[in-house]
């Protein structure tokens, strides 16, 4: 395809005797840029057929040689792009007529994304959100390696195209659902937002390529399911500890990383005189205010000389996250819970059926979760509205057969 070189009248800068600016106008492959040339000229002594100065007007002759000149530049930036077969476009030429050098790469903006999660680790970011941000790094740079058979690209060069191109990829070739390939994009967006805080870009592209979220099933258990998971008798050890665990889960709200860092110094007591979990979030650094309900209290003295940890500040023998969710799996079936229960549904299960469903204010709950938006919270009020909804779906159902 060829290159277009206009020139043109400029209406919105003016000289301070009014006169209008001349710009180059450079269209390639459907994009249009345009740079001021320096020239200025009134509307009357412009030949608008021609694109230059007219000939009578004084200094035309040096003037209209510049155009020449610039529009000569243009040209041979253009043949020399063309001969390297790489891909560009119009703002490539741009730069490259501006004499801007190329920015880093997209990855290694991200690479420098990386290093500054790492330098804030445990202040407003944790090690599990640097694992989700490499692991993202690790798709871009595969899809740019297997895709576009280049080791990075300019972060100029990401537009429409790439981000789709990017979403079908990770979508089709690794089977990713709409909501996982969300959380890639999320992490790109990121690192685009900081590229644009540094100046190697104008705006963000993902300011028209948009990714939506599908509604997911949060996974809960009832308070039934929970007191039979409670009373089940377990006579393996590895079990009955991880089911211990996932209870005091179930009744604090913690995390798994926050579990397994819960030492003597996060009990405290408060001005009710009772004893509180008071804890900062591995995931946010939102602190947690946690009244300790008899159930976890229960849990935590009969761990208080358990011998795996009596050498340790935790106070709960916890094992690695896929270790516990996979005992967790066994838990289900023997307590015949058809659910697939994982060490987070204990967190959304203190969230709806211990405290939501129990009538505790959702702004209580919201604290004590340590949520920094009401938002947050309320997606476990729909959750326990779609539950309340089936279970009078199964009332009406009842009374439709006692009416028959």
């Not at 938006?373 to 199964?394: P, R």
């Amino acid at each position: 395809m060829k290159i277009v070189i206009n020139f043109l009248l400029r209406k919105g800068r003016k000289s301070d005797d009014g006169k209008l600016s001349v710009c180059v106008r450079i269209t390639y492959l459907g994009n249009r840029i345009e740079l001021a040339t320096g020239i200025y000229s009134s509307t009357n002594h412009w030949d608008t057929t021609r694109q230059r100065i007219k000939d009578k007007v004084i200094g035309a002759r040096v003037d209209n040689e510049r155009l020449d000149r610039i529009k000569t530049e243009v040209q041979d930036i253009f043949n020399q792009l063309r001969s390297t077969n790489e891909d560009f476009d119009a703002n490539t030429i741009k730069r490259k007529l501006l004499n801007i050098q190329e920015s880093k790469g997209i990855l290694a903006v991200f690479d420098y994304y990386l290093d500054s999660i790492l330098a804030k680790l445990n202040k407003g970011y944790s090690m599990e959100t640097y694992k989700h941000y490499k692991s993202s790094r690790k798709r871009l740079a595969e899809f740019i390696s297997t895709q576009l058979k280049k080791t990075d690209i300019p972060i100029q060069s990401i537009n429409y195209k790439f981000l789709d191109s990017f979403d079908i990829y990770i979508k089709k070739d690794f089977n990713n659902q709409q909501n996982t390939a969300w959380n890639y994009h999320k992490h790109l967006r990121r690192v685009l937002n900081l590229a644009v805080s540094m100046d190697y870009i104008e705006k963000n592209p993902y300011s028209k390529f948009k990714v939506g979220l599908d509604e997911t099933h949060r996974e809960i258990l009832s308070m039934e399911e929970l007191k039979r998971m409670e009373d089940k008798s377990i006579q393996i050890e590895r079990l009955s500890v991880v089911r211990d665990i996932f209870i005091f889960a179930c009744y604090t709200g913690l995390s798994f990383s926050d579990i397994a860092k819960l030492s003597r110094i996060h009990l405290q007591h408060g001005a009710d005189g009772k004893e509180w979990i008071i804890i900062d979030r591995s995931k946010t650094n939102n602190r947690c205010r946690i009244p300790i309900l008899p159930k976890a209290k229960e849990i935590l003295k009969r761990y208080e000389d358990y011998p795996k940890i009596s050498k340790k500040d935790t106070l709960l023998p916890v094992l690695t996250n896929q270790k516990m969710n996979s005992y967790l799996k066994e838990l289900g079936d023997i307590c015949d819970i058809n659910k697939n229960i994982t060490m987070h549904i204990a967190r959304h299960t203190f969230a709806t059926s211990v405290t939501l469903g129990n009538g505790v204010p959702i702004e209580t709950v919201s604290k004590v979760l340590g949520h920094t938006s009401l938002k947050t919270t309320q997606i476990y009020a729909k959750v326990l509205d779609k539950k309340i909804s089936e279970d009078m779906d199964l009332l009406q159902a009842k009374l439709s057969n006692l009416q028959n």
